[in-house]
């Protein structure tokens, strides 16, 4: 399944993407009588729980009225309320070196808050003094359930599904103290979406190419097999350390191809656009602007 939310004015909506359209699914919900999430928070409180009622819906939903033309919708944050935002740092082979850090031999859990989640196509806006922001194309992982000390082998059935992530990053920030909190937490830096694809349909977390492009030029492209720590060893570390809920998010780890790594680095400025694509999930694009 391929889940969307869209802006309206009754605030943020559920989407279904099918071949009729996308399906309304509040509008749904309310015409069928089927119990469903009554709206994006709702989803993902419920996380994994939920899914047997939405494919019931769409069963039944047969009135054409029901469904959105989806180049009609402005997209709103595939995941608009995080409970939480973990993210994976030097989590590929090839970004560790050209950061020119060892690859770890744990992985680097840091944090972002919801002010940073956006939507696709949003616009970011760069304030004048954030002068090295820069690029991450990043697998994200959505959790459909409550998973403590979770197994390796068991991780990946506690996942919902995966989004495309742009881990915008202001690098002078990151690296001015021992923390990269401050280089992560600009206001808008975790655009995501436009799609949360659902687990079954993604085969396997580890074989999906990644690429991103910056105004159009091919910038990272990658494969998630060079993760350094699969999504399953990320989730069952985390889950050692705290529970982890339903739609709570994991940004995996960027590959190589950041500015970062570039000489000369030319830094994102407004007017660039960057899109992510990792396979399956759609393409996530967003213009930065001067705030
Ligand atoms: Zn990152």
Redo the contacts with the bound molecule.
């Keep these: 399944m391929k889940l969307l939310t869209y802006q309206s004015s009754k605030g943020i909506r559920l989407g279904v993407v099918t071949a009729r359209g996308v399906l309304d699914v509040a509008a749904a919900a309310a015409a069928t009588g089927i119990d469903c999430p009554a709206s994006p928070d709702d989803l993902y409180a419920q996380g994994s729980a939920a899914l047997p009622g939405l494919a019931a819906l769409l069963a039944a939903a047969d009135d054409p009225a029901l469904y959105r033309e989806e180049s009609d919708l402005t997209y709103g944050p595939a995941v608009p309320n995080p409970g939480k935002i973990l993210?994976?740092?030097l989590n590929y082979q090839k970004h560790a070196a050209e950061s020119g850090m060892a690859a770890p031999e744990e992985p680097v859990l840091f944090s972002k808050f919801n002010n940073t989640i956006a939507a696709p196509n949003e616009d970011i806006p760069l304030q004048a003094d954030w002068e090295t922001v820069d690029y991450?194309s990043?697998l994200g992982v959505v959790m459909g359930a409550t998973v403590r000390n979770v197994s390796v082998e068991d991780a990946l059935d506690a996942v919902f599904g995966y989004c495309n992530m742009n881990?915008l990053?202001e690098r002078d920030f990151q690296m001015r103290s021992g923390q990269w909190l401050l280089g992560k937490t600009l206001d808008k830096f975790l655009p995501l979406g436009p799609y949360v694809v659902t687990a079954d349909e993604v085969p396997d977390p580890q074989n999906m190419s990644i690429k991103g492009w910056l105004n159009g030029e091919l910038r990272q492209s990658s494969n998630t097999a060079d993760m350094i720590f699969s999504v399953a060893e990320v989730i069952a570390y985390a889950s050692r350390i705290m529970t982890l809920e339903p739609g709570d998010v994991i940004?995996s780890?960027?590959p190589e191809g950041v500015i970062l790594g570039m000489d000369p680095r030319v830094w994102l400025k407004p007017g660039d656009e960057y899109i992510v694509e990792v396979e399956g999930l759609g393409k996530l694009a967003n213009r930065m602007v001067k705030a």
Excluded: N, R
């Design positions: 993210c994976v740092g991450e990043e881990d990053s940004s780890g960027t």
